[in-house]
């Protein structure tokens, strides 16, 4: 289970450096900058996806480490293989929900003006700052969700590691300490 949550991990991790090379690769290929708003929401909604998607992820490896070291004899029956892929479609699922978010907010503003962001890899403060549409709604939304994500996953990792630290601090033997330290 956990080598699946690492595969999961290491393919996030390789798609997320991989998100703004699009637009890299057509500003190196063109006589002109590509910058385009159709073009620049792509690669940073691909960002929000990833970047969300590696904090769940982190989230539910907190988990597994959480059962293999506080509950090792039910370990197999916990995080036997088809919780392992309910878990990790949960994890693609929900952050492809948040993204969708992101991005029907960015789609919904107006903007005035041109439609040209002069920036390598164009973010969403950016995107903002070329709307002439009222934004309170919409970044509040935004905020609120993101907070929302961000503060329980923190805390679902905070949690589970001071519940491991403790389990192991109760380890009586020096070596068995050791031996659960390293498995973290």
């Given at each position: 289970?956990?080598?699946?949550?690492?595969?999961?991990l290491?393919?996030?991790?390789?798609?997320?450096s991989?998100?703004?090379?699009?637009?890299?690769?057509?500003n190196?290929?063109?006589?002109h900058?590509?910058?385009?708003?159709f073009?620049?929401?792509?690669?940073?909604?691909?960002?929000?996806?990833?970047?969300?998607?590696?904090l769940?992820?982190?989230t539910?490896?907190?988990?597994?480490?959480?059962?293999?070291?506080?509950?090792?004899?039910?370990?197999e029956?916990?995080?036997?293989?088809r919780?392992?892929?309910?878990?990790?479609?949960?994890v693609?699922?929900?952050?492809?929900?948040?993204?969708?978010?992101?991005?029907?907010i960015t789609?919904?503003?107006?903007f005035c003006?041109?439609?040209?962001?002069?920036?390598?890899?164009?973010?969403?403060?950016?995107?903002?700052k070329?709307?002439?549409?009222?934004?309170y709604?919409?970044?509040?939304?935004?905020?609120?969700?993101?907070?929302?994500?961000g503060?329980?996953?923190?805390?679902?990792?905070?949690v589970s590691?001071?519940?491991?630290?403790t389990?192991v601090?109760?380890?009586p033997?020096e070596?068995?300490?050791?031996?659960?330290?390293?498995?973290?």
């Amino acid at each position: 289970p956990m080598y699946f949550l690492l595969m999961n991990l290491s393919i996030l991790n390789l798609a997320l450096s991989l998100s703004p090379v699009p637009k890299s690769m057509a500003n190196s290929l063109m006589k002109h900058q590509v910058n385009f708003l159709f073009w620049m929401c792509c690669p940073s909604g691909l960002f929000v996806f990833f970047v969300s998607a590696d904090l769940v992820l982190l989230t539910v490896m907190a988990y597994d480490r959480y059962i293999a070291i506080c509950q090792p004899l039910h370990y197999e029956r916990v995080m036997n293989r088809r919780a392992c892929v309910q878990m990790a479609a949960g994890v693609w699922i929900s952050v492809f929900l948040y993204s969708a978010l992101h991005t029907g907010i960015t789609f919904a503003i107006s903007f005035c003006g041109g439609n040209m962001v002069d920036q390598f890899f164009c973010e969403i403060p950016q995107l903002l700052k070329l709307a002439c549409s009222d934004l309170y709604l919409s970044e509040t939304v935004a905020i609120a969700f993101s907070v929302c994500l961000g503060l329980s996953c923190f805390v679902f990792i905070i949690v589970s590691y001071v519940q491991i630290f403790t389990t192991v601090v109760r380890i009586p033997s020096e070596q068995g300490r050791h031996k659960a330290f390293s498995t973290c």
